[in-house]
Nanobody, 115 residues
Framework: QVQFVESGGGLVQAGGSLRLSCTAS????????IGWYRQAPGTQRELVAL???????YYTDSVKGRFTISRDIAKNTVDLQMSTLKPEDTAVYYC?????????WGQGTQVSVSS
């Protein structure tokens, strides 16, 4: 069964950077459109960025110019480089296919940005 696994979260000061990594068992990520999502307390999960199977990308407006999504075919990962982090980026970050499959959600990785 497909299971996404996220890693790389942590606590960082505003203006800092983190790199998140996503992998999945039983799935070759190179052939799928993969999204990074986030959910802050009391809010709905939102799509942050995605990379399509032909490698074009999308970013939600609030992270444009600060986040970069990329794919490492050899490692079977989709990474999210986050720079110039803001307190409002604090959330649990998840990866999944886009559109998402409910059964594929992993535990996520916590990103906390202090002001």
């Amino acid at each position: 069964q497909v299971q996404f696994v996220e890693s790389g979260g942590g606590l960082v000061q505003a203006g800092g950077s983190l790199r998140l990594s996503c992998t999945a068992s039983e799935m070759t990520l190179a052939y799928s459109t993969i999204g990074w999502y986030r959910q802050a307390p009391g809010t709905q999960r939102e799509l942050v960025a995605l990379i399509r199977d032909y490698n074009s990308t999308y970013y939600t407006d609030s992270v444009k110019g600060r986040f970069t999504i990329s794919r490492d075919i050899a490692k079977n990962t989709v990474d999210l480089q986050m720079s110039t982090l803001k307190p409002e980026d604090t959330a649990v970050y998840y990866c999944n296919k886009f559109p998402s499959f409910a059964a594929y959600w992993g535990q996520g990785t916590q990103v906390s940005v202090s002001s």
